[in-house]
């Protein structure tokens, strides 16, 4: 300092500003971030569409930039130090270590999760740790827990099929036991914890693929009871539908890719905490050993893409019950899935801890695999892809493509069978998305199959 005050006043002016645009995203850290910030920012809608402002002395724009660097300026040698021997808060050094793209949108997934569920609660304080997708954050979700052969994770037998396949994969040869059940039967759940030295309650609710949903409040005290954590993947319902950590949770986790994003345009993954200390530490020490960060520019998407997030899953739920209903009068259709619909067994419950019913659906089609097959051949305006949450209609086959690797006995066994198709509901006219499985299920039926090709099957 006593140099700089030798330098002409010009000089020091610019030192003081290039001092003030280096450290800027430090003193971030520092100062933290203020959700309210922002007078107004009170409703959940308002946090979604509101970013954290930076100090008052730094660049204000309106919308954040993308920080496009792989690195950071860093502090003095004294506080550098101690930031790399973790005896002080980290700033932004590498973006391995975080940006201020992902440490933005952190701290918004946070409020949103913890923004109180019902007049008269109190916002929860809650961290979050983005990833690079959510596999990123799924698995580093297991592994921060220090798992131990002989410990258990009881979990569904109908979960994502790639999370199935990293507990079968990754998760079993270390020595830990995962158990696959229907989380329905509270009986058999609490059987398993009497049983095995459980450490991990794994929850998805809704379902992917088959839109069952557990009882959180329920499973979570269960968990607790006999010493666990309890965990849910709530990526089909989002903050706006659904917030398990007013049912006790201790982990929420979500595949930003899909319905926060809404655009289908990046990967992210989050992992959101009520310890505050152990996301601090573990669950970032895993994304700093593993590699998993989320790119400022997915980061930067998943933040512009927040800030409709409300209506965007408003008519996604909308469209969804208008699809599903039709479906449901279909005479080439054996069953629809969609918690909306009081005939599924877990609308009550869905009913109960969810705000409506989400944008996913699912629904059996007469004639087997192949009729189902034969719908994804004849698909106009749906478009046919294995992802969801994305702006416009998407349906994918789930036992050929997403839970591929899933046993075909554990498949079928929790209703993953090889005539369910999935359907990602988006914003468009429903109507123009009901014509268009109309058409297919009409041209695919057996009868028409066979009169028109000759033949028994279509191949995939």
């Known amino acids: 300092m006593a140099a700089v005050e030798r330098l002409p006043t010009c000089l020091k002016q610019q030192v003081s500003l290039r001092a003030r645009l280096n450290y800027g995203v430090v003193r971030l850290v520092e100062t933290g971030f203020d959700m309210m910030a922002n007078e107004g920012a009170q409703t959940f809608q308002s946090i979604c569409c509101t970013d954290p402002v930076l100090p008052a002395d730094t660049i204000r724009p309106h919308i954040q930039p993308i920080y496009a660097t792989s690195t950071f300026v860093y502090p003095p040698p004294d506080e550098a130090i101690q930031v790399f021997e973790e005896v002080k808060e980290r700033p932004y050094l590498y973006n ?17 999760e913890g923004f109180p569920d019902r007049s008269g ?5 809650l961290e979050a740790v983005l990833f690079s997708s959510g596999m990123a954050a799924i698995s580093s979700l297991f592994l921060s827990l220090g798992l131990r052969p002989g410990d258990a994770i009881v979990t569904q037998g109908n979960i994502y099929g790639t999370t199935t396949e990293f507990l079968d994969v990754m998760v079993t040869p270390l020595g830990v036991r995962v158990i696959y059940g229907e989380l329905q039967d509270l009986d058999w759940v609490e059987m398993q ?11 998805e609710s809704p379902t992917n693929a088959t839109s069952r949903c557990c009882d959180i409040r329920t499973l979570a005290a269960l968990a607790h009871a006999y010493g666990a954590k309890a965990a849910v993947d709530s990526t089909l319902a989002t903050p706006y539908l659904q917030r398990p950590f007013f049912l006790g949770v201790d982990f929420v986790v979500h595949s930003a890719t899909k319905f926060l994003n809404g655009h289908s345009n990046s990967l992210t993954g989050v992992v959101i905490g009520k310890d505050a200390a152990f996301m601090k530490t573990e669950m970032w020490r895993m994304r700093k050993l593993l590699g998993g960060c989320a790119g400022s520019f997915d980061a930067w998407l998943l933040n512009m893409g927040l800030k409709t997030l409300p209506m965007r899953m408003e008519r996604h739920c909308a469209n969804a019950m208008t699809i599903a ?27 109960r801890q969810m705000k409506a019913f989400g944008g996913v659906l699912s629904f059996e089609v007469r004639g087997g695999r192949d009729a189902a097959v034969g719908v994804l051949r004849l698909l106009r305006r749906c478009t046919m ?30 209703g993953i069978s090889d005539d ?8 468009e006219d429903p109507e123009e998305v009901i014509a268009d499985l109309t058409q297919a299920l009409e041209a695919s039926a057996p009868r028409r199959l066979s009169a028109v090709r000759g033949v028994s099957g279509v191949p995939v």
């Open 193 to 203: 914890f009497r049983q095995n030295k459980v450490r991990l309650l794994y929850m």
């Open 385 to 414: 892809t294995a992802t969801l949450g994305a702006m416009d209609t998407l349906v994918q086959h789930p036992a050929l493509m997403t839970h591929i690797k899933v046993p075909k006995e554990q498949r079928e066994r929790h």
């Open 96 to 112: 391995r270590w975080g940006t201020p793209n992902s440490h933005l949108v952190e701290k918004k997934l946070a409020a949103l």
């Open 325 to 351: 209903t039709a479906l449901e009068r279909h005479e080439e259709v054996k069953c629809v899935r969609y918690l909306g619909l009081p005939s599924h067994s877990d609308h009550a419950v869905a009913k």
């Open 121 to 125: 609660s109190s916002p929860l304080q």
């Open 420 to 427: 369910l198709l999935r359907v990602s509901v988006g914003i």
